[in-house]
Structure formats: C-alpha cells, structure tokens
C-alpha cells in the first residue's frame, strides 16, 4: 500500500523526521524540513503542525500537548497557503490531553495515525473539525517524533 510506505518513510528511524533540539530556531528548521520532505517526494500533503508535550502545573502534573509551529508546502497555491496559514492559526488555541484528538492519540500510542474526513468527524476524534471545514483540511496524518531533548 502507497500509505503504508509513507507512513514508513517519515516515522522510520532513517526518515526525514528527527528532531535536532528543542530551541526556537531548529523548531522552525524541523518544520522547514518537513515541508521540504513533502515536496521533493511529491507527498499528497500540503500543511503541517507540530505539537509538543509540556507537563502542567497543577495537581496531577499530566502531560498535555501543545501547538508547537505550523507550516505549508511552498509550492501550494496562494488561497490553499491561505486557508492553511488560518488553521494553523487556529490550531495555536487548542491543546490535547494524552490520548485526545489525533495529537494525543499519536502521543499515547506512539504509532502514527492516518484520519480521512476529519472536516466532518466527530469532535472526539478530531477536535478540530470545524476548523477543518472551514478551511478545507479532510485528511490528517499524525507522526510520533522522538527527541532526547523533551
């Protein structure tokens, strides 16, 4: 299956996807990579989040996840870059719980995650349907990335 070997190429322990450190600077350059990635192979996806886990403060010190950056292909056209850009935006309000939403899910598990229709799924399963609709997202792909550094 062609979605079975790109699952294997960006989570594989030779795969474009490693992190480098946790600084401001390589966080962007991970996401340059990433889109980067996407384009020389031709890969079905045009936008990409990351997020990153950070434990809370409070009582049960649980960790949650949090919108860590966003980018989209350079070689999309100017309205998807647009509609994209705005659900990056929008995804910087969310965070998710261990195990909630498409990022938790993958966090849990830390297997990767293909999701079709997630514009109109079930909120449970993708927290951020509406935004999904709204900006035309309809499939996501969620990738566990493994870092020393977190």
Not at 17 to 37: A, K, Q
Not at 48 to 74: I, K, M, Y
Request: glycine share 10%.
């Amino acid at each position: 299956d062609d979605y079975a070997q790109i699952l294997e190429d960006l989570a594989g322990d030779n795969g474009p996807v490693h992190s480098r450190s946790t600084s401001h600077e390589s966080r962007s350059s991970f996401l340059d990579d990433v889109v980067l990635y996407m384009e020389d192979q031709n890969l079905p996806f045009q936008h990409a989040d990351v997020w990153v886990p950070c434990h809370r403060q409070n009582t049960d010190h649980a960790e949650v996840l949090l919108h860590g950056g966003s980018a989209t292909r350079h070689d999309a056209k100017s309205e998807i870059l647009h509609r994209f850009e705005k659900f990056g935006e929008l995804s910087r309000l969310f965070s998710f719980n261990k195990g909630v939403g498409l990022p938790g899910r993958v966090f849990a598990t830390g297997k990767p995650v293909w999701e079709c229709h997630v514009d109109s799924a079930e909120s449970k399963i993708f927290g951020r349907e509406g935004g999904a609709d709204t900006y035309g997202l309809r499939t996501a792909l969620g990738i566990p990335v493994e870092t020393k550094n977190l």
